[in-house]
């Protein structure tokens, strides 16, 4: 969508009308974003795809950089502000993806980028410390794993405490059986992604690991836990990784899972119109559901983000 400075999108009535019957500051265009108050925000979450990134593979491999991604990151960083970088992504370890894109101009760090395969890892440590792991994918979910000092199992071993399902580009059947029997026996079962499709601006594609995790589910009657987004597995870790209180965080994204992740965080979410979702997917949205800003673009918010980022900088 081409914000309304550019002589297209929605009306003026509709935002007036949005506006006024949701609780939302509905502003494509960024031309009222200066008066929302966002002082007491130090903390910031960037999705990729969709987001940052205009691509048609999940953490920004092949895809383009939206303008203003590069600024506004750099923006937030030189006021002093904890950024991190988060995709759904869980096929390569998060440093692959950071790398990606540190090479196509983002200034990500390893340390500060976030799959949901780290995630699962993180919560797997803290929650279920010394059980025996399966992971049904790649080393985006393994390679985490065994850096918290995870003991990974393979198909034909006793059976795992713990099945994690992650993205890969291919799956055999031992290892399906193994997680299907473990989680039969009642171990515990997680996914990566609990959405059917991905978005990244460019279309969209089956996520795979969701699909993957549905017929373990349909083989044994359980539904697994989502450790990406939205869920409350993702929420705990990013809330640990920036250290700061919920309220002063805020999710930038093009899904609504960004919204809904802000919000199991206590956070703000920020919906840019730039990918997964638009302006007329909020008319039946619930109340909890809904954003509390919306844009056109992460190019519209780091323009309008400018005087207050800079007014909260160290």
Avoid at 159 to 186: C, E, F, Q, R, W
Avoid at 296 to 311: C, E, G, I, M, N
Wanted: charged share 20%.
């Amino acid at each position: 969508m081409v914000s309304a400075e550019g002589g297209r999108g929605p009306a003026e009535g509709q935002r007036r009308v949005l506006q006024q019957r949701r609780d939302v500051r509905v502003d494509p265009s960024g031309r009222n974003l200066v008066n929302a108050d966002l002082s007491d925000i130090r903390g910031w979450v960037f999705d990729v795809d969709g987001c940052l990134i205009r691509t048609a593979a999940a953490g920004g491999h092949g895809g383009q950089l939206f303008p203003g991604a590069r600024e506004i990151l750099n923006q937030l960083h030189d006021a002093g502000h904890k950024v991190i970088v988060c995709t759904n992504a869980s096929e390569r370890p998060p440093e692959v993806y950071a790398e990606h894109l540190r090479e196509i101009g983002l200034p990500v760090r390893d340390d500060a980028f976030v799959t949901a395969g780290s995630a699962a890892a993180d919560h797997v440590l803290a929650h279920h410390p010394g059980a025996r792991v399966l992971v049904v994918g790649a080393e985006g979910v393994s390679a985490p794993m065994r850096e918290r000092g995870l003991e990974l199992v393979e198909p034909g071993s006793p059976l795992a405490d713990v099945v994690v399902v992650g993205a890969a580009a291919s799956y055999d059947a031992a290892t399906l059986n193994a997680a299907a029997l473990a989680v039969a026996d009642g171990a515990a079962f997680y996914t990566t992604a609990g959405t059917p499709w991905f978005h990244g601006g460019r279309g969209r594609s089956l996520a795979v690991s969701a699909s993957i995790a549905a017929s373990v589910s349909f083989a044994t009657g359980r539904e697994p836990i989502v450790a990406g987004k939205p869920s409350a597995v993702l929420a705990e870790s990013l809330l640990r990784r920036l250290d700061v209180p919920g309220s002063a965080a805020a999710v930038v994204g093009d899904a609504l899972a960004e919204i809904q992740l802000a919000h199991h965080m206590g956070g703000t979410g920020i919906l840019l119109l730039s990918g997964a979702t638009s302006l007329s997917d909020l008319d039946t949205l619930p109340q909890p559901e809904r954003p509390d800003i919306v844009v056109d673009d992460v190019a519209v918010l780091h323009r309008r983000l400018a005087p207050q980022s800079t007014r909260q900088g160290a």
